[in-house]
């Protein structure tokens, strides 16, 4: 198996502003890139670390290792970007959590609005995140985040501790 070459950007080489339209465009080591995205290599352990920024090809330009270094303007960018392909509702209740067949229906209250997630193995697909709250993912892949779950109120932690 052949190695990867990992291309790390220098921070201060990287320059990230949005066009008219909004799309995200990087000047990047003396290159300038019209559309640019961002990946989380590891979205769920280290969500502002080592972000892949590929062209519109979806060719791979380079690694960011930390955003925090990043200039101001440039890391703010790079944060929004993010935020707006990584979308995570944040749980601000749990007002019910049922099993029927084996499957967990949990209907919520988010700062994005009620959904309700159908979760089958409740220990495969309900995870601590590194700042010590809890990621769920439902079948369908929809993820939703409880930043604290000791900020829950009392029947959100009753109807939580069913399925875990």
Same mark, same amino acid.
């Given at each position: 198996?052949?190695? /990867? ?7 201060? %080489? ?5 066009? &008219?339209?909004?799309? &995200?465009? #990087? ?17 769920? +352990? ?24 990043? @200039?101001?303007?440039? %890391?703010?960018? #790079?944060?929004?970007?993010?935020? &707006?392909? /990584?979308?995570?509702?944040?749980? %601000? $209740?749990?007002?019910? #959590?049922? $099993? ?16 309700? &997630? ?10 601590? +995140?590194? %700042? ?12 939703? @985040? ?19």
């Amino acid at each position: 198996m052949e190695g /990867y070459d990992v291309n790390f950007l220098t921070p201060e %080489k990287v320059i990230f502003k949005r066009s &008219l339209g909004g799309v &995200l465009t #990087a000047d990047i080591e003396g290159k300038s890139y019209k559309e640019v995205t961002l990946y989380r290599t590891f979205p769920h +352990t280290m969500p502002y670390e080592y972000i892949s920024v590929r062209d519109h090809e979806s060719n791979e330009i380079g690694v960011i290792r930390e955003v925090e270094k990043l @200039e101001n303007l440039v %890391k703010d960018e #790079a944060i929004r970007e993010l935020h &707006l392909r /990584y979308l995570i509702p944040v749980v %601000k $209740e749990i007002k019910s #959590a049922k $099993e029927e067949q084996e499957m967990w229906t949990v209907k919520i209250e988010t700062d994005r609005g009620e959904m309700t &997630l159908v979760i089958q193995y409740p220990h495969d697909h309900i995870k601590p +995140t590194r %700042k010590g709250g809890l990621l769920l993912t439902d079948m369908e892949g929809r993820r939703c @985040e409880i930043r604290e779950v000791d900020r829950l109120d009392k029947k959100s932690v009753r109807e939580l501790s069913k399925m875990i």
